[in-house]
């Protein structure tokens, strides 16, 4: 719970709040923009919830930050925030919420699918969360696109009989009990609507997802940023090899994707000739970085 002794001075007075133990993952900015920004070098509520929808919303970012950093001092109830998880995206593609500090805040999402479900990286394990999944037809597949964000995975796992995939060159003893291991840098082809493609360089075994020809799970290796309307890459979290991310980054352009859902950042729908201009412009810009 977020402790009112702990509250950041930044914030404007009402009932909702932030305390300093916020990590700055930006969830709390992307669910409830019209109460929380970025204020120093953490979140803070800049003007309370106005209405329903306003305090709905606010409720949403309560239950998904994974620190536990907003705090509401008019005991509103987050019953129906709660319920709100997993929250539709797109046609079958859902948001989990229930951000988990182990993978500090990533997003982790839901695709729905005749063939079996596949949850995109784990957020924290929630009973009501399982209850949910469980409802839309739980977890066959748990597609682990690196070790920073793998989170609750062998709670999910064990509550769903799914099966993990994850990258040989990012698994550690953590992650030992992965049922599929891919290695190479090659796309394996998962299910007839399902890519992996190994995109290397935010760490050494990063993978990316991609689902029919439209949805780009892109994990840590890029994002849309708002400041500069279109994707992005971050060198100063590119922990293996700024070079390997740029020609995945250029593997990419193999692929046609509507959508990018990543776990870090915002995520942005455009059509696929936008996506595609975005993604050379995007390695434009790396190429101007030195490693």
């Given at each position: 719970m977020?402790?009112?002794g702990?509250t950041r001075?930044?914030?404007v ?5 932030v ?6 993952c930006?969830?709390?900015r992307?669910?409830?923009?019209e109460t ?5 070098e953490?979140?803070?509520?800049y003007r309370?919830p ?5 305090e709905?919303a606010?409720?949403k970012?309560l239950?998904t930050?994974?620190t ?5 001092l008019?005991?509103?109830?987050a019953k129906l925030?709660?319920e709100?998880?997993?929250e ?7 948001f989990c919420g229930f ?10 999402y839901?695709i729905?699918?005749p063939?079996?479900?596949?949850l ?5 394990f ?7 999944i ?9 597609f ?9 995975h ?6 769903f ?5 994850m990258h ?12 599929r291991?891919l290695s ?15 995109t290397p ?7 990316v ?7 780009l799970?892109s ?7 708002d ?6 890459a ?5 922990w ?5 991310q740029?020609h ?10 509507e ?8 995520r942005?729908?455009r059509?696929a000739?936008e996506?595609r ?12 970085i030195?490693?």
């Amino acid at each position: 719970m977020a402790l009112i002794g702990l509250t950041r001075p930044e914030n404007v007075g009402g009932d909702f709040y932030v305390d300093s133990s916020c990590i700055d993952c930006d969830l709390c900015r992307q669910i409830a923009p019209e109460t929380f920004a970025r204020i120093g070098e953490q979140s803070a509520v800049y003007r309370q919830p106005e209405g329903r929808a306003g305090e709905f919303a606010a409720l949403k970012a309560l239950v998904t930050c994974p620190t536990a950093s907003i705090g509401d001092l008019g005991q509103h109830s987050a019953k129906l925030a709660v319920e709100a998880y997993p929250e539709l995206v797109d046609d079958e593609v859902y948001f989990c919420g229930f951000a988990s500090e182990s993978s500090y805040g990533a997003s982790s999402y839901l695709i729905v699918r005749p063939e079996g479900n596949v949850l995109v990286d784990s957020p924290r394990f929630a009973r009501p969360l399982a209850k949910r999944i469980a409802a839309l037809g739980g977890v066959n597949l748990m597609f682990l696109t690196h070790q920073d964000d793998v989170a609750d995975h062998r709670a999910w796992a064990e509550r769903f009989g799914a099966e993990r995939i994850m990258h040989r060159d990012d698994i550690r003893h953590a992650h030992a009990a992965m049922e599929r291991v891919l290695s190479g840098r090659g796309a394996v082809r998962l299910d007839h609507d399902l890519i992996a493609v190994p995109t290397p360089g935010h760490t050494r075994g990063h993978m990316v997802l991609l689902y029919r020809d439209r949805f780009l799970f892109s994990g840590d290796h890029a994002r849309w940023s708002d400041s500069i309307q279109s994707l992005h890459a971050s060198r100063d979290v590119c922990w293996y090899s700024w070079p390997e991310q740029i020609h995945s980054m250029e593997r990419l352009l193999d692929y046609d994707f509507e959508w990018v859902l990543p776990g870090h950042g915002r995520r942005a729908h455009r059509t696929a000739a936008e996506m595609r201009q975005h993604l050379r412009d995007c390695i434009v810009r790396m190429k101007t970085i030195d490693d």
